[in-house]
């Protein structure tokens, strides 16, 4: 093989290099075109410098030289029409994809509160504003707190597991959010005066009325002197401020384990003002909730003395109360995630 044939070679390469050069417009020709000629394997020019060892000695160092000038000359060439790719292809992508930011922007939708939540908050603040603190307690609870600690005798109907949700011999999900109220007790002394809102679980079936799962909100005073008027005088001001100055507050006798004497709390109808409608059964009052004065065989389970203090309970569902002040005819609303009824709040 003679110098010549080699350098005739590495021209022909390059003569053909320049003419597909001037087709590759993108970035996968431009790839293409590269892999032919400078690929470690089979690029054409490669092929050329493995064959060096076949030629003369003498002749090799200048076919060397001639044949990198030629490889830098390729790479120069190729990384230079690289980047007019590169700024070709960038700029028509913005040309697509251009904004005009003078168009009003697409705004996210702003969540809001519950209907519960609503309630419930407003229902704290209410209490807040009497000089109340708010308090919480464990879902899962002990049937002592539950139960012993307030005064329900072993078979009373709301131990059965038909009526409470046990998730151990003597662990149950709370029926109620009283347990609160004693486990405050035990960790304070007189005065008390606090309110427990909070998630409670009964064995009760769907309906409009009814759900497994519900909300509820108790209150708890205890200090010396408390009577059965501060009780009263408290649900009337609860009631004035939640549903209004017209509404009107009465109480039943009734009985309670862990109240003596106990209540049933009406309100006068909110839908008729106390005239008498369909939802009142024409008697012109609603019950809310349960009351009463706080039992004295409470005290004995967290060292109070019962001759030195007194005190009031009471306790009604946060889902009944906004039912009413929403005019609500089905519990279930609440909890079937359905936007046309979240909205309106």
Known sequence: MSSNDGTGRLRAI??????????????????????????????????????????????????????????SKIEAALDTLQTTIFER???????????????????????????????????????????????????IESTYYNFDALNFPVGHPARDPRDTFYVGENMILRTHTSPVQVRTMEKVQPPVRI????????????????????????????????????????LERFHKQFFGEKTKTRLRPSFFPFVEPGAEVDISCVFCDGSGCR??????????MGAGMVHPNLYGFVNYD???????????????????????????????????????F
């Open 195 to 234: 309110i427990c809102p909070g998630r409670v679980f009964r064995r009760d079936a769907f309906d409009p009325t009814h759900s497994p799962m519900f909300h509820q909100v108790e209150c708890l005073v205890v200090d010396e002197g408390i009577t059965f008027s501060d009780l009263k005088g408290t």
């Open 89 to 139: 292809e960038k700029q028509s992508a913005l040309e697509r994809e251009t904004l005009d930011v003078t168009l009003p922007g697409n705004r996210r939708r702003i969540g809001h509160r519950h209907p519960l939540t609503i309630v419930w908050k407003e229902i704290e603040d209410i209490f807040i504003s009497m000089g109340y603190t708010v308090e919480d307690g464990p879902e």
């Open 306 to 344: 019962a001759e030195k203090y007194t005190g009031f309970a009471f306790g009604g569902g946060i889902d009944r109360y906004a039912m009413l002040k929403y005019n609500i005819n089905d519990l279930q609303l609440f909890f079937q995630n359905e936007m046309r009824f979240l909205q309106q």
């Open 279 to 288: 939802v009142c059964k024409g008697t012109g009052w609603i019950e809310v």
């Open 14 to 71: 390059e003569q053909k290099f320049n003419s597909e050069l001037a087709s590759v417009h993108d970035a996968r020709s431009l790839e293409d075109i590269r892999t032919r000629y400078l690929s470690r394997k089979s690029g054409l020019l490669t092929t050329q410098l493995q064959n060096l060892g076949e030629l003369p000695k003498d002749q090799r160092a200048e076919f060397g030289r001639v044949a990198n000038q030629l490889k």
